[in-house]
């Protein structure tokens, strides 16, 4: 189970942290993503990490900005999110499979579990 948290109203300019608590979900030889998608559009990987060594993908569109860790032993990956633009409103979602790697799982938009999204919207 995953479970997103940490999503909220934020004026651009400003940062947020998402969190996603995985719990029930073999996480030694995974990849981790942080995936979003805004009203009427597809949605899009934004950041995916593997759990067992130091790789990770982040989607040009938020290079820079966004950076996400996974905390092995809490089993919860973060999303730290700062200089936030209008255009990353969107809802969050994190998900996990043991299969890819991080740069596979945010680009084959397939994963073997999925959570909840949490809402993100910047606005003034």
């Known amino acids: 189970q995953l479970q997103a948290s940490g999503g909220g109203l934020v004026q651009p300019g400003g940062s947020l942290r998402l969190s996603c608590a995985i719990s029930?979900?073999?996480?030694?030889?995974?990849?981790i993503g942080w995936f979003r998608q805004a009203p009427g559009k597809e949605r899009e990987g934004v950041s995916c990490?593997?759990?067992?060594?130091?790789?990770?993908y982040t989607a040009d569109s938020v290079k820079g900005r966004f950076t996400v860790s996974v905390d092995n032993a809490k089993d919860t990956v973060y999303l730290e999110m700062r200089s936030l633009k209008p255009e990353d409103t969107a809802v969050y979602y994190c998900a996990t499979d043991q299969a890819q790697r991080p740069w596979n799982l945010c680009h084959s938009q397939y994963a073997e579990h999925w959570g909840r999204g949490t809402l993100v919207t910047v606005s003034s």
């Open positions: 029930g979900v073999t996480l030694d030889t995974s990849a």
């Open positions: 990490i593997s759990t067992y060594d130091p790789i990770t």
